[in-house]
């Protein structure tokens, strides 16, 4: 089995979220930053992960340009879509996840989950850490990727080959 995951990240999270992603899935695994590199082809995947983070409310427009651009591509694949957001509860995390990615890939793909998130204030610029502070609280560095999330992600893909 080979999959690749298409991922795009601000300040690292979502990197790190498909770092540890890949780490737990079986066969070939290939990653890819949209914010750096291009896909060509996904002819030679078996499964397709994409996955982003949400800022003011939406998912990275690199992102949201790929599955426009490619979305009849991505519905011939076995997909899956997660998110790295700030948001604790589920049933808004969900509402998150639904409009972040186009109706149509939401709705084949396989699993989507929301992977929890990290505010490092040493890569946020003083606007993000002034909303941060604000909006949400926070007002320190605070980490709560949820692996748990990764690991039934992760299974869920590798069940259903």
């Known amino acids: 089995m080979k999959s690749i995951i298409i991922y795009s990240t601000k300040h690292g999270t979502t990197e790190k ?12 695994v290939v990653l890819k930053n949209i914010m750096k590199e291009n896909v060509s082809s996904l002819e030679e995947y078996d499964n397709v992960i994409l996955g982003g ?6 998912v990275q427009k690199n992102l949201t340009e790929y599955m426009q651009k490619n979305l009849k591509e991505l ?18 995390a969900a509402k998150q996840i639904k409009g972040a990615f186009p109706e149509e890939l939401y709705k084949a793909a396989i699993c989507k989950d929301s992977f929890g998130f990290e505010f490092n204030f040493d890569k946020l610029n003083f606007f993000e850490k002034l909303i941060m502070k604000k909006v949400k609280g926070v007002k320190e560095s605070y980490y709560e990727l949820k692996e748990d ?6 299974k869920v893909i590798a069940s259903n080959k």
Request: proline share 2%; with cysteine; aromatic share 8%.
């Open 17 to 28: 979220a498909a770092r540890i992603l890949s780490a737990k899935l079986p066969g070939e």
């Open 53 to 58: 983070s949400i800022y003011i409310g939406k």
């Open 75 to 92: 519905l011939s694949k076995r997909v899956s879509l997660f998110l790295c957001a700030g948001e604790t509860n589920e049933e808004l």
């Open 149 to 154: 999330s990764i690991d039934r992600f992760a």
